[in-house]
């Protein structure tokens, strides 16, 4: 098999030749810059790395590091990724750890006195934070909820032609000189719950706890803008792509962010609008990425229109592989599930990392219905050898001769 029929199998609940892997194929599930640099010179490449995702700091997967790790998917990104800031015009500069990178040329975070980074809007005010020898940013903006914006003055965030124009263009070389499963965010909006809370969180949990008006009349607006966004995306890139993503994080590591009730009343009603259009007007399946104790929501999520759960957080409270794959595995995808990104993967040994991909291959891939890939994005600090071993085992124990 392609990795385009490879991925469409397993989708479709299906045992393919091997499990399918994803390498990079969302900002869920990239790598950090400064180990990917790492794993580079491990691997023998000398090419830059880049940084394509500013806010997280991930590093873009070139092509010969997907083949090589076995990677099936690939990605559509649109022009400003994170903050605004057009991925163009390359330009060098350094982690704090010294790694060398290059960013995009209009990323110039003001150097704080204390050493923290500092992102600025257009007018002066401050948008992002790294703090020194940190590894990411972190954002300082009121989203609407978390402001209290009335709904009627929220300025809708539609795609613009141009936007479009460059996803078509992306999604039509990737079919035309590849044979990967290819994958597009939505969005906007981009998180109906967590999202729009970015800023001030505990304010927006608190209005969406004591002001369902407000948060029922904020929630049509924004739909408004899914709906449309929605349109102008599948005219752009139709049946080029398979997957579509969009994020909502419902669970901490113990317990959810909210209850199954709350959810089910506030939330549910406007995702699945959405995602009926989806399925009755594309042919893309439906990927959701929430971290976390998310398994008392999964239920209301397959009833929703989710087809694909990443990351498949096997670490938290309630999610035993087991247990996920009995109850579940006719109706979700498990999209993730490789290794365990806060022990395993960062502290242990490759031969641990090996041992641990092997079991959760062993456990989600019997029936098709799961792609491999880390549990969220690869932090930095993992020791390359790790990464290393996780790809290498998902391609040699993912054959589905030898299971």
Not at 144 to 163: C, F, K, N, T, Y
């Amino acid at each position: 098999m392609n990795s385009r029929e490879r991925v469409l199998c397993a989708l479709e609940h299906r045992e393919p030749d091997r499990v399918p892997i994803d390498v990079g194929g969302t900002r869920q599930t990239g790598i950090a810059a400064s180990t990917y640099h790492k794993l580079k010179q491990l691997l023998g490449f000398s090419t830059p790395t880049r940084i394509f995702d500013v806010y997280q700091m991930l590093a873009e997967i070139e092509r010969p590091v997907l083949e090589r790790l076995g990677g099936d998917v690939v990605g559509l990104q649109r022009p400003a990724v994170a903050f605004g800031i057009r991925n163009e015009r390359w330009k060098p500069w350094k982690l704090f750890d010294g790694t060398p990178v290059e960013v995009p040329g209009d990323f110039n975070p003001l150097v704080r006195a204390n050493g923290d980074l500092l992102l600025l809007h257009p007018d002066g005010r401050p948008m992002a934070m790294m703090p020194r020898g940190g590894f990411y940013f972190d954002r300082l903006d009121k989203f609407p909820g978390a402001a209290h914006v009335e709904p009627d003055q929220i300025e809708l965030p539609l795609l613009s032609q141009e936007e479009c124009d460059h996803l078509h263009a992306q999604a039509e070389s990737w079919r035309q000189n590849s044979d990967y499963a290819l994958m597009v965010a939505l969005g906007p909006p981009y998180e109906l719950f967590f999202g729009m809370g970015i800023g001030d969180f505990s304010a927006w949990m608190i209005t969406l706890a004591t002001e369902p008006d407000y948060v029922r009349q904020l929630y049509e607006r924004i739909v408004e803008a899914w709906l449309e966004n929605l349109r102008r995306l599948a005219d752009a890139v139709g049946d080029r792509v398979q997957i579509v993503q969009f994020n909502d994080d419902l669970g901490t590591q113990n317990a959810p962010f909210l209850s199954v009730g709350m959810f089910r009343e506030l939330i549910m009603p406007y995702y699945k609008r959405g995602l009926d259009w989806i399925h009755q007007n594309t042919p893309w399946k439906v990927f959701m990425h929430s971290d976390g104790a998310i398994y008392p929501f999964l239920p209301s999520l397959i009833e929703m229109g989710v087809d694909i759960i990443n990351p498949v957080q096997t670490s938290a409270k309630g999610m035993d592989p087991v247990k996920l794959k009995r109850e579940f595995g006719d109706r979700l995808v498990f999209w993730g599930a490789a290794c365990d990104s806060q022990k395993t993967l960062p502290f242990g040994t490759p031969e641990e990392v090996a041992e641990e991909v092997r079991e959760n291959i062993r456990i989600f891939a019997p029936g098709g219905g799961y792609v491999l890939a880390s549990v969220h994005n690869v932090q930095a600090g993992v020791p390359p050898e790790n990464v290393l071993a996780l790809f290498e085992t998902a391609q040699e124990a993912g054959r589905y001769e030898y299971l």
